[in-house]
Structures are given as C-alpha cells and as structure tokens.
T-cell receptor, first 115, second 113 residues
Framework: EPEVTQTPSHQVTQMGQEVILRCVPI?????FYWYRQILGQKVEFLVS????????KSEIFDDQFSVERPDGSNFTLKIRSTKLEDSAMYFC?????????????FGPGTRLTVT | DQQVKQNSPSLSVQEGRISILNCDYT??????FLWYKKYPAEGPTFLIS?????DKNEDGRFTVFLNKSAKHLSLHIVPSQPGDSAVYFC????????????FGTGTRLQVTL
C-alpha cells in the first residue's frame, strides 16, 4: 500500500540553524500539508499546498518557514533560523483529488530537536 | 483555541467489549469529521470519517455517530481488540478536500485482556 515517507526520522540542530525536512507524498496525490505536534500537545496545522502554491497557512507558519515542491516527488519544509520552541514532531500529509471527506494520509514524522 | 475537544485523556476497556471515544466541537462551520489512530513513533492513520449531512457512518468494527445539534461525535469500536490500543484523535474540517484539519488532544485507549 502506498505511503507517505519522511526523512530524516530525527534531526538535531542548534538554535539559529536552518533545517530542511523532507517528505515524499503518495504519488497520485495533489494536496500536501505540514503539521506539527509539540510534545504533550495536539497536532497543529502549519500549511497546505496545492498546484505549486500555498493554499492556506496558520499563524504558526511565519516568515521563518517555507515550503517547496522542488520536483515531482518531494515536498519540503524549511525553517530558516530555528528556535528552541520549534522542537516538535513534524508530520507531512497528502490527499488525493476528490478525497471524499478530505481524508489526509500522514507520514511517520520527523522529530526535530533544537538545542 | 479549543475548537475540537476530547475530554477524556485515557480510556481502558476489556477485550471484546465496546470502546466509546467522545469528541466535542465548537465551530459551527465544521462540516467534516474524521477519526485518526496513532501508535507511538508513527504518524496518525486515517480511520473513519463522516460528513455533517449524515448522523452515522459504519466501517467494520468502527462506527462514528454525529449529533450536530449537540456538536458532539463519538467513535464506537465493537468488539475491542488489543491491537486497538493507541491514541485516537478526533479531527474536523470546514470544506473537505484541501482543507486543514483541526485536531483534538487525543484519547489514549488501552484494551486489556
């Protein structure tokens, strides 16, 4: 069964450094998302992406964040200058055109630790 | 901003019995509701969904009930199995495809032998 994959599974970085989290969505899906979950808190929406542009973003997704689909398969989340509070699990998700109720399929996540 | 609430952080049920997980929401604009299951070190897995025009949706052992007037939904698992032990998240969206999901805080279900 096709699945969303994410790399790396765990990223440790120092405050102020740039990180790029990578995702390969399910191949025939057209909608892409990033969510994050800070330890002990709920899963929060960051951004959605369709047709090579951002469809919606949350207030968390400030100028330090950017997304890109550099080729036909990868979808990346870049954090330009990481802060301690960016430490979280980051989940990529995708959904197909015509998903009945917009069900989204999630990857296993990247644990980002900012020290 | 607690638009989707799961008031029970944990639930323990015996194998073979019914598990009932509850979820409340406050945003009247939500039209679609989904349940996800999450195991440790994995991403949320889509389980079952319902649109606001229905009050019940069934898929095997899983049934979701929606009470729009009460802004309440529930997930029933019958019969519960040890492999169902996981964290269950309720999520909602307002426009279906390509819409962001707003998640609850989750309920940890433990199915005991």
């Amino acid at each position: 069964e096709p699945e969303v994959t994410q790399t790396p599974s765990h990223q440790v970085t120092q405050m102020g450094q740039e990180v790029i989290l990578r995702c390969v969505p399910i191949s025939n899906h057209l909608y892409f998302y990033w969510y994050r979950q800070i330890l002990g808190q709920k899963v929060e929406f960051l951004v959605s992406f369709y047709n090579n542009e951002i469809s919606e973003k949350s207030e968390i997704f400030d100028d330090q964040f950017s997304v890109e689909r550099p080729d036909g398969s990868n979808f990346t989340l870049k954090i330009r200058s990481t802060k301690l509070e960016d430490s979280a699990m980051y989940f990529c998700a995708s959904s197909p055109q015509g998903a009945i109720i917009g069900e989204q399929y999630f990857g296993p996540g990247t644990r980002l630790t900012v020290t | 901003d607690q638009q989707v609430k799961q008031n029970s952080p944990s639930l323990s049920v015996q194998e073979g019995r019914i598990s009932i997980l509850n979820c409340d929401y406050t945003n009247s604009m939500f039209d679609y509701f989904l349940w996800y299951k999450k195991y440790p070190a994995e991403g949320p897995t889509f389980l079952i969904s319902i649109s606001s025009i229905k009050d019940k949706n069934e898929d095997g052992r899983f049934t979701v009930f929606l009470n729009k007037s009460a802004k309440h939904l529930s997930l029933h698992i019958v019969p519960s199995q040890p492999g169902d032990s996981a964290v269950y998240f309720c999520a909602a969206s307002d426009t279906g495809t390509a819409s962001k999901l707003t998640f609850g805080t989750g309920t940890r279900l433990q199915v005991t032998l």
